[in-house]
């Protein structure tokens, strides 16, 4: 069995690839990311991601596994898998298109008999609107929807744990799908491509809903002077119907709210509770500031970020909410500075001592594992309270 990955060195793709590499298939990454490519192929990850860089050596060694970007990898594979970027617009809209082209571009070097595995999250109808490509084209492909569901960081361990949700319209894209996700372990879930496509799409919003309903309470419990992770440990200790509220902190990243925005569109913009939901996720940086504001004339301090990622322990600056604060805080701040265990490209971040130095009052951006040690005299702003927990 041979596995092409379109877009195989993104941060879904890329894990996947290396994991199907790992369990014996040859896989090669197709990316249009020459330097990613070039990253991958000497051996380093072009992002954090726990288990993968050993990973990586060790497929590439085996022979299993190349990065490349040429397109005529796709015609030598037994299976293509795309998983490129679905993100929506400025105005957040989505872009349905986007996947149907790139798809497009690829039909030249598809083969017939080849299996085409949807794995970017797709607006829904992407899979009937490309079946229809498909035939016009006249090749014959096997095509299902199987959509990733890992969150960054637990990538290794998630695509052998968690259950593969395959929408197949024939017997025979399912089998195919169904015996290559094996190779991981993976527990195969039958379900139309429909049902797949607005699987992906609950889970996100569902997800993206739950933050809202913790940063709301935690918006409540301050405003009435109340500790909410208190009130939080009193209502989930030893009570299972309520244990997975989640603490407060900023819901960001490339795919929570964009994927309930894509539900938005899909339903005539009818989705009330995923538009209430951006409001409450998307107003914590400025409530943040708010709060700071209480105690401090920030138009004479400096305020230290610490955090710039989009979550805990990642890299990934991709609709970090940490950069929405900094936008208001450099607004109504004399200076912001910023810092990031993880981060290296950016060359105005300063490191943690010296933002722990120069600045005045210092806010959590993303709770890195690294802040459960740090100690400050500096007034500290902390949703996560992390710090101080080692
Ligand atoms: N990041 C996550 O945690 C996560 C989890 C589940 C699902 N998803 C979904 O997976 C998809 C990919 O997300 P991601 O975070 O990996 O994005 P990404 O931007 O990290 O990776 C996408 C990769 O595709 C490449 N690419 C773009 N167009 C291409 C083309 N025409 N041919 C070849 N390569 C191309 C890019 O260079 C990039 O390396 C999205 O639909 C996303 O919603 C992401």
Redesign the pocket.
């Known amino acids: 069995m041979s596995v092409v990955v379109?877009?195989?060195?993104?941060?879904?793709?890329l894990p996947l690839a290396l994991a199907l590499a790992n369990s014996g298939v040859k896989t090669t990454s197709?990316?249009?990311?020459a330097a990613?490519v070039l990253e991958v192929v000497s051996g380093h990850m072009p992002?954090l991601e726990p288990g993968t860089e050993q990973l990586l050596a060790k497929v590439l060694a085996s022979g299993n596994f190349t990065a490349t970007t040429d397109t005529n990898s796709i015609t030598d594979a037994d299976t293509i898998i795309v998983?490129?970027?679905?993100p929506v617009d400025e105005h957040l809209n989505p872009e349905p298109d986007a996947v149907v082209h790139?798809i497009d571009?690829?039909l030249p070097f598809m083969r017939d008999g080849q299996l085409m595995i949807l794995?970017?999250?797709?607006f829904p109808g992407v899979t009937k609107k490309i079946e229809k490509h498909l035939a016009k084209s006249g090749k014959k492909l096997d095509l299902a929807f199987c959509?990733?569901?890992?969150?960054?960081g637990f990538a290794l361990e998630e695509l052998s744990s968690l259950p593969q949700v395959i929408g197949a319209r024939t017997e025979s894209a399912f089998i195919r799908s169904e015996e290559l996700f094996a190779h991981l372990g993976a527990e195969p879930v039958r379900v139309t491509p429909e049902e797949a496509e607005l699987a992906k799409l609950f889970t996100n919003s569902w997800r993206y809903i739950k933050f809202a309903i913790a940063n709301q309470f935690y918006v409540m419990a301050t405003n009435a002077g109340v500790d909410y992770e208190n009130v939080r440990h009193a209502i989930t200790h030893n009570y299972p119907r309520a244990k997975d509220l989640p603490r407060a902190g900023f819901a960001a990243?490339?795919?929570l709210l964009?994927?309930t925005m894509q539900l938005a569109a899909f339903s005539n913009n009818a989705f009330h509770l995923g538009h209430s939901a951006m409001l409450v996720n998307e107003g914590l940086p400025l409530f943040l500031v708010e709060q700071i504001e209480k105690e401090h004339d920030l138009s004479t301090l400096t305020v230290g970020i610490l955090g710039m990622a989009f979550k805990g322990d990642s890299d990934?600056p991709?609709s970090s909410l940490s950069y929405k604060l900094r936008r208001i805080l450099r607004f109504r701040a004399q200076e912001v500075l910023c810092s990031d265990p993880h981060m290296f490209d950016d060359p105005s971040f300063v490191t943690q001592e010296e933002l722990l130095e120069k600045c005045d009052v210092v806010v959590i951006g993303a709770p890195h594992s690294a802040y459960k040690t740090l100690t400050t005299t500096k007034p500290l702003f902390d949703i996560w309270k992390i710090a101080g927990t080692a």
């Open positions: 379109v877009g195989g060195c993104g941060h879904v793709g197709l990316d249009i990311d990613k992002f998983v490129i970027g679905t790139a571009d690829c794995r970017s999250t797709i959509p990733e569901r890992i969150a960054e990243g490339p795919c964009k994927d990934d991709r």
